[in-house]
């Protein structure tokens, strides 16, 4: 056997117990109720078996006693049923309650631990594992383990036992009759082994042609912007039809396999009857069996081949459940690239001064980034950062504010590594602004406290007067109180930036990222901007990423990059008196605003 196919039975193997032990802590926390569930599992199956055997004596021994004028034995029979019954019934609804009380809370708690996972995964992971992967695990593989727990999981449960119950009295009543039952049981046991194979590549299938065409609809509906504007809609809609297609055919041969499954264990379970009667009934003609006990045997055999089709269409759930658990526990299972430290460093009140110290920085499977930087921005300074793409300007951002860690050498703020702050003292410290300029779905004066949540209304109204956006929120329909949609639907680019500048201004960092915070705008909507940047940027620290020049006027300082390294250094003056390759984008744009 190859190496590759080692790995590939060791990878299984450790999904299968990682997938096993979640399921296990998910499930330790009610074993109480567990234990419950499976006494009043007991009783309703004990309940149901009891049926026939009291049938057959009804038959053989309360009617001959009724003939002879004695009712007693038929009034005992019967109230023995009716107790079995209400037993059965009841027994039965208390434990279809307690599995769903059970299969809730391990659905509750797993919803929380994949939400709480996405967000505690550093940033690596979102920039890897699509948005429709991560959507997927939080909808189609919980819908997936939902159906085993809620039903199939109960179902087995029930029936596994009435099957076993079933055939004990089968055997107690009349061992023959139980031979006859074990000869059939042959052909529905190969029957359901095949079924269990081919059910296991069906809904593999199936679970694969359904998360492509999530993922598929996620992407589009994210990208709709670029479909809508590159004409691609023809292209995107044939794509999504090839994967709905996929997932229409996928069903079509899980249903199509259910449906050879099913009517031949009834084939199978009827033929069995008809074995039983003709064997039981001449065994009845010679007097070898009785009547009661014949009707019981029917009874028993038919019942006990119900339960083999539940047990069968379990098998499907548990395939599609158990390939959702391991993906889930594989998602579980990833730790963060960027950890918390054993013993944090306070920084209670953060100076600002940022010092890059022979970092080099990778990004995983990738090539070196920045080779080896040194660098040191004093509190209050205000850097921009310039370059042709790729020349290492964001992943310097990402470095300052922690969403990676150096490959080697450190980062440090007022002399601590980042790696040995606290990350709710890092977050107070450092904030980035993104030119994206994310607004929650909610209202206008949540989105701006969203870094300080018990911040007054006063204090939100003072940060958004003083990044100048005080004058078009009053303006809108409910003030503060307006609800900007996702992503900021009732407000434009440059209105949606301002607000998450009055965010960062409440934050009140010691350091402010800005990672092409305006490259988004138009002429006036950037205008507009610039005057809430002055007041944004005044006493504090700045790293400034952009292409516009614009934005650089105002810096105390320039650095040029390029390839990962410092290629120029200086104030927008120096460098443009320099005549280096600042100086030549300074004048290309002041060519382009002629």
Do not use: C
Not at 471 to 496: E, H, L, W
């Amino acid at each position: 056997m190859s190496t590759t196919d080692d790995l590939t039975r060791d990878e299984s193997r450790e999904a299968r117990t990682r997938s096993l032990s979640l399921l296990g802590t998910l499930l330790r926390p009610h074993q109480r109720l567990l234990t419950w569930s499976g006494v009043l599992v007991i009783a309703s199956t004990a309940g149901q078996v009891a049926g026939p055997a009291l049938v057959a004596a009804t038959v053989d021994s309360a009617l001959p006693a009724l003939d002879a004028g004695r009712h007693g034995p038929l009034v005992t029979y019967g109230a023995l049923l009716v107790v079995a019954a209400v037993v059965a019934g009841l027994a039965n609804g208390a434990y279809v309650r307690a599995a769903a009380q059970i299969s809730q809370a391990v659905l509750l708690e797993l919803r929380r631990r994949v939400f709480r996972q996405t967000q505690r995964l550093s940033l690596e992971f979102h920039e890897s594992y699509t948005s429709g992967r991560i959507i997927s695990r939080q909808t189609s593989d919980l819908e997936a383990l939902r159906e085993l727990l809620d039903g199939g999981l109960t179902g087995v449960v029930s029936s596994v036992l009435s099957m076993v119950f079933t055939a004990v009295g089968l055997a107690l009543i009349d061992w023959r009759s139980a031979l006859v039952l074990a000869v059939a049981m042959v052909p529905a046991w190969l029957l359901t082994r095949w079924f269990q194979r081919r059910s296991q590549l069906f809904y593999r299938q199936q679970r694969t042609a359904s998360a492509r065409l999530i993922v598929k609809f996620v992407e589009t509906m994210t990208g709709m912007r670029a479909v809508q504007a590159f004409r691609r809609e023809a292209t995107t809609e044939h794509d999504y039809d090839r994967f709905a297609e996929e997932y229409r055919q996928a069903n079509l041969d899980t249903f199509s396999l259910n449906g050879r499954y099913q009517p031949g264990l009834v084939l199978i379970g009827n033929l069995t009857v008809v074995a039983a009667l003709a064997y039981g009934g001449w065994r009845v003609f010679q007097g070898d069996l009785t009547v009661g006990v014949l009707v019981a045997a029917l009874l028993y055999v038919k019942r006990f081949f119900q339960p083999i089709q539940q047990v069968g269409m379990f098998y499907n759930s548990f395939q599609s459940a158990a390939a959702a658990l391991e993906k889930l526990s594989a998602l579980l299972a990833e730790e963060p690239t960027v950890v918390e430290p054993a013993t944090p460093v306070p920084l209670r009140t953060a100076r600002g001064d940022v010092r890059l110290d022979h970092v080099t920085f990778r990004y995983p499977r990738g090539p070196v980034v920045l080779p080896d930087l040194d660098l040191h921005i004093p509190a209050g300074q205000t850097l921009a950062l310039v370059g042709t793409t790729g020349a290492g300007k964001s992943t310097l951002a990402k470095l300052v504010t922690r969403f990676y860690d150096a490959s080697s050498g450190h980062v440090r703020l007022d002399d601590v590594d980042v790696r040995d702050l606290a990350t709710p003292d890092l977050r107070r410290a450092v904030v980035m602004v993104t030119q994206e300029a994310y607004l929650f779905s909610g209202s206008v004066r949540e989105n701006i406290a969203l870094g300080r949540p018990d911040a007054t209304q006063a204090e939100i109204e003072a940060a958004a007067r003083a990044v100048g956006a005080h004058g078009f929120i009053t303006a809108m329909p409910d003030g503060y109180d307006t609800d900007v949609n996702k992503r900021g639907g009732r407000v434009s680019a440059g209105q949606r930036q301002l607000l998450s500048f009055a965010r960062a201004f409440l934050a009140n960092p010691a350091v402010l990222v800005l990672d092409e915070a305006t490259s988004s705008l138009d002429i006036p909507g950037e205008r507009l901007v610039q005057q809430g940047l002055k007041s944004l940027l005044a006493g504090r620290t700045a790293i400034i990423i952009a292409h516009r020049l614009s934005t650089v006027a105002g810096a105390d300082r320039v650095l040029v990059m390029e390839h990962g390294r410092i290629i120029e250094d200086g104030t927008p003056a120096q460098l443009i008196a320099a005549d280096g390759h600042y100086a030549r984008l300074h004048n290309a744009w002041q060519d382009s605003l002629v």
